[in-house]
DNA sequence: GGTCCATCGCAGGTCGACTTGCGTTAACCG
DNA sequence: CGGTTAACGCAAGTCGACCTGCGATGGACC
């Protein structure tokens, strides 16, 4: 008698429609059970795929997150550019920070965190490389005499980025338009009188 | 016939002084192994204890090693007063990047990102008590007249120490004091010429 | 100094990350 | 279109985090 159920033939997906498929899952995953959830296992057995695959390809369980999210995640924070200094950077910023309130945001950016030991290299190039783009902003205003020509961009962009990041990671606190404006104001005009 | 090693007594300490002896441990691992060394297991061992009394007390790794952390690492980060918000602001922020550069102190920062999800309050009590306390310096700055009326204390500071904890945790970039100083004087008078 | 109970030790177990060896097949190449 | 081989499936296993039940004892209290 031939078999009832036809015992859902394995499919056998390889290369790169078996990495599309991992890297779908684990981005459901992710949206539907949070972090915790996203685990190898249910990844795998979610794109019908043997968990050892899975951990031949990407290695980690934190290098498969990572790569589905910077996949995924292409948001690429477009660069602004207005003809004023403080309209580039509250567009930017404020992409910055709606980005970061999301669950993915979230997501990755505590995962560029982990990265303890092996290959100390790689840290967080996905951000690094979104937040270099940036200091284009500030060179302009450097040039059209907005902004002091000792003016260090890095350090600009650091001084802003840096406490929305804080609060995702560490404080919890909100970000919000308001906190945007006031990062963006404190650096271009100080805290002093003027 | 006698046994001919005693077995080493069970010592058996329980209490606060099994509390101190796995606290000590698990600096002591910390220490010379790094995070990743600090097993349970390990902890447990050394301090002559069983991992289940570990588990039974802490609950989870993750409170055992910030438990240990923040009990030795109690750098109470003084905050000056000499007059000159400059002068308060630099001393503090370079108080703080020479203990986040130490391995306890970036320990205790990757620990404190942790905390996906059980019990979501209690979120890095270390850091913002010990900021909290720093937006005094502001707040005697603005009443000397050195800052601006409308200055938001908490800002400035998230301002200064962001950088610094993302320097930690993403980038790892240097912390130095010309870092801090290119921070505080940012924030002190903005990127616009004077 | 005897009693009692919270605190421990200990054995055994679950679960997820990660590895290894071997058999099998999809996919590209000529 | 047949052959080769790298890419999979699968079984079995290690290791650490974390849990559970039970028996044993340290210590505080009377």
């Given at each position: ?81 207005t ?41 967080g ?45 560490l ?24």
């Amino acid at each position: 008698m031939s078999s009832p159920e036809p015992v859902a033939p394995p499919l056998r997906r390889r290369g790169e429609r078996m990495r599309r498929a991992v890297l779908a899952a684990a981005v459901d995953l992710l949206s539907s059970q949070g972090l915790a959830g996203a685990t190898v296992g249910a990844v795998a057995r979610a794109a019908g795929v043997h968990e050892t695959s899975v951990y031949r390809r990407w290695g980690t369980r934190e290098n498969l997150i990572l790569d589905a999210l910077t996949t995924e995640l292409d948001a690429t924070l477009p660069v602004p550019d207005t003809g004023r200094v403080r309209d580039d950077l509250l567009a930017f910023f404020s992409a910055l920070a709606r980005l970061l309130v999301t669950a993915q945001g979230r997501a990755l950016l505590r995962l560029s965190v982990e990265q303890d030991d092996a290959l100390e290299d790689r840290r967080g190039p996905y951000w690094s490389e979104r937040l270099d783009r940036a200091v284009l902003m500030v060179r302009r205003g450097v040039e059209r005499g907005e902004l002091a020509a000792d003016t260090d961009p890095g350090l600009l962009i650091e001084a802003v980025s840096g406490p929305l990041f804080v609060r995702v990671l560490l404080s919890g606190a909100p970000l919000d338009e308001v906190l945007v404006r006031g990062l963006v104001d404190l650096a271009l005009d100080g805290a002093r009188p003027r």
